[in-house]
């Protein structure tokens, strides 16, 4: 996987998540207790996850088909041209204080991104091996999760100086100068990915997003990627419920947004090693076996997580909240969600058929952010019900997760003697 190519794409998929963390977080602190606090009312977070998710419900369709038309690097240096004017917006958004404009420019944002997600997950078996898809998924799937939590991180650090807690003034053009510089840096990156084969680009197109969900959807039903998409998406509406309850430690726990973005970026890094384990235990396979183990380990760490009274331990600043019982549950449950989703996207991958594999991954992308769409519309309606402890909302997080698993599993019964006519034994790893 040591190629300029792979190295380039994870590279850039690195800062362009960074980036989307960044300005979601920011978004998120200062609707949640910063300079927009009650504007979109209590769980207003929800809205700003509503308005992260749609764009890629309503455009992976045809982002699919575009990168099954055209060059996958050509694609990415395009969207990722478009990411610092957008920043610019975001920036200037933030500059007069006016939660609309930045609202815009974080729909605007999620749009061009939703354009680089079947462009990038489509790259994958073109820059490695088929025998290296689990491990090249442990790697940026590890990537990502050290993007998110460098994006936490400064998300939290820039929020705290732009609207401080305290009634002191903030620094305006802070939140413009990170977004500007992380989205220039990806556009240089991308240009170092290697040239790629071109697409069909006599490819008619269909407009209509949910027409291309729809056949997609009926081809997958005729094997078991139907079921491996489902559960994908899956995870991310427990994913999306997660990420909207760890900002409120700020209220549960009464510690700063720097401080809570510590908790952020402890899951960030339980995910990515739990997905660079997942893909080292993988080797040169793809092992649904572990489908089943993370799904028991997110269970029994999301019901702690409810369950034991969260509390800080003894120290100081962020140790005491890396330190923390919450901490150590948000590390097991991020480690095995790695081991979740990472066979999972492999196997989407390792199975969609080539000239069409864009659009499969587009449809799954949809999915997957439907399910965090209604994670969000989940969370603000049942935010109120939950009063000052948040943290309860974990009990239906662990429910959700069990339920779900069982059903999954029981609907993949043989999904390994599938694998190995379809892709070979040698590329199955025996029982």
Known sequence: MLNRGFMSLITTQFFGAMNDNVLKGILTFMVIDGAWSGDLGEGGQGI???????????????????????????????????????????????????????????????????????????????????????????AINMLTNAAVIVGTLVAGVVSDRYSPQAEVSGISWLPAAALLVIAALGFVSSWFLTDLKSGDKSMRYQWNPFTTYLCTIREMAKTPLLMIMLAWGYFYLLAGIALFIVPEYTKVLDISRAEASVLMGVLGIAIGVGCGVAGFVSGRHIEPRLIPVGAIGLTLFFFLLAYVPPSLSSGEGSARIAFSNVSWFILGAGFFAGFYIVPLQALLQGLSPN?????????????????????????????????DQPQLIFFLCSALMAVGAAFFMWRLTGIRQYLESQLGVDKVESQ
């Open 355 to 387: 000239a069409e594999r864009g659009q499969y991954l587009g449809t799954a992308n949809a999915v997957s952010f439907g399910f965090m769409t209604l994670a969000a519309v989940f969370y603000w309606r049942v935010r109120d019900y939950f009063g």
């Open 48 to 138: 700003v996850g509503v308005c992260f998710t749609v764009p890629f419900i309503l455009l992976s369709a045809f982002a699919g088909q575009l990168a099954d038309s055209f060059s996958k690097r050509t694609v990415t240096l395009w969207v990722k041209a478009l990411e610092i004017p957008i920043a610019a917006l975001a920036g200037f958004g933030f500059y007069i204080g006016d939660l609309w404009v930045t609202l815009a420019a974080l729909v605007a944002l999620t749009c061009q991104s939703s354009f680089f997600g079947p462009a990038k997950y489509g790259m994958i078996p073109e820059l490695v091996g088929d025998d290296q898809l689990s491990r090249a998924n442990g």
